[in-house]
C-alpha cells in the first residue's frame, strides 16, 4: 500500500469537501490517494468498498466509487470507514508511470494524451482485498477508464496526468 499514489493536480468543478463516507472491512487497507471499488455490480454500498483491482477501472464494469481522500480507520479485527472524492471526469490526478521510459520525452507523453488506459495495482486484489502501489500502465482501449490528459512533463517529472471517465462510475 502506498498513501498518495494519486494526488490531484487541478480540478474545474467545485466537489466540495471531503467527499462521501464508505465502510471498510476489518483487514481492508485503504490509504488516502488510492482508488476505491466496489466488488461487484448490484452489491449494496453499504457492505464496504475495497482497493481498486489490477489493472483498472474497466468501464464495462462499472465498478469505481472514487479515489480515497482520507486513510480508512477500520483495523484488522473491526470495520471501519474512508471518504472517499466520487469519480468526476473534471477533476485530473498525477500518478507514476509503471514504465518510465514510455511517458519520458514530451513527445512521447504527447503522443499518449488522449489515450482509454488502466491503472496497475502493484498487488492482486483476491478474496482478501489487498492495497498496493498504484502505477499508470499505457495500452489504449476502448473500455479503459482513465484518460491521459496533457502535462508539460517538466513541471512533473516523472508523473502522468489522467482523468476518470464517468462511465466507470458505480453509479453508472
Given at each position: 500500500?502506498?498513501?498518495?499514489?494519486?494526488?490531484?493536480?487541478?480540478?474545474?468543478?467545485?466537489?466540495?469537501?471531503?467527499?462521501?463516507?464508505?465502510?471498510?472491512?476489518?483487514?481492508?487497507?485503504?490509504?488516502?490517494?488510492?482508488?476505491?471499488q466496489?466488488?461487484?455490480?448490484?452489491?449494496?454500498?453499504?457492505?464496504?468498498?475495497?482497493?481498486?483491482?489490477?489493472?483498472?477501472?474497466?468501464?464495462?464494469?462499472h465498478l469505481?466509487?472514487?479515489?480515497?481522500?482520507?486513510?480508512?480507520?477500520?483495523?484488522?479485527?473491526?470495520?471501519?470507514?474512508?471518504t472517499?472524492?466520487?469519480?468526476?471526469?473534471a477533476?485530473?490526478?498525477?500518478?507514476?508511470?509503471?514504465?518510465?521510459?514510455?511517458?519520458?520525452?514530451?513527445a512521447?507523453?504527447?503522443a499518449?494524451?488522449?489515450?482509454?488506459?488502466?491503472?496497475?495495482?502493484?498487488?492482486?486484489?483476491?478474496?482478501?482485498?489487498?492495497?498496493?502501489?498504484?502505477?499508470?500502465?499505457?495500452?489504449?482501449?476502448?473500455?479503459?477508464?482513465?484518460?491521459?490528459?496533457?502535462?508539460?512533463?517538466?513541471?512533473?517529472?516523472?508523473?502522468?496526468a489522467?482523468?476518470?471517465?464517468?462511465?466507470?462510475?458505480?453509479?453508472?
Amino acid at each position: 500500500m502506498a498513501l498518495g499514489d494519486l494526488t490531484v493536480k487541478e480540478q474545474n468543478v467545485y466537489t466540495g469537501r471531503g467527499g462521501k463516507q464508505y465502510y471498510v472491512a476489518a483487514g481492508t487497507a485503504i490509504n488516502a490517494g488510492e482508488p476505491v471499488q466496489v466488488r461487484a455490480l448490484g452489491q449494496q454500498i453499504n457492505s464496504a468498498v475495497e482497493p481498486m483491482l489490477t489493472s483498472g477501472p474497466d468501464q464495462t464494469a462499472h465498478l469505481m466509487v472514487g479515489v480515497a481522500a482520507t486513510t480508512a480507520t477500520n483495523t484488522t479485527s473491526a470495520t471501519g470507514v474512508v471518504t472517499v472524492t466520487p469519480v468526476n471526469s473534471a477533476i485530473v490526478y498525477l500518478v507514476a508511470p509503471d514504465v518510465a521510459a514510455t511517458w519520458n520525452t514530451q513527445a512521447k507523453y504527447d503522443a499518449l494524451v488522449g489515450a482509454r488506459v488502466l491503472l496497475k495495482n502493484s498487488v492482486t486484489v483476491g478474496s482478501t482485498p489487498t492495497s498496493g502501489t498504484y502505477t499508470l500502465l499505457a495500452s489504449d482501449s476502448a473500455n479503459n477508464g482513465c484518460v491521459v490528459q496533457p502535462l508539460d512533463i517538466s513541471k512533473y517529472p516523472g508523473k502522468v496526468a489522467i482523468s476518470f471517465r464517468e462511465g466507470c462510475n458505480y453509479l453508472a
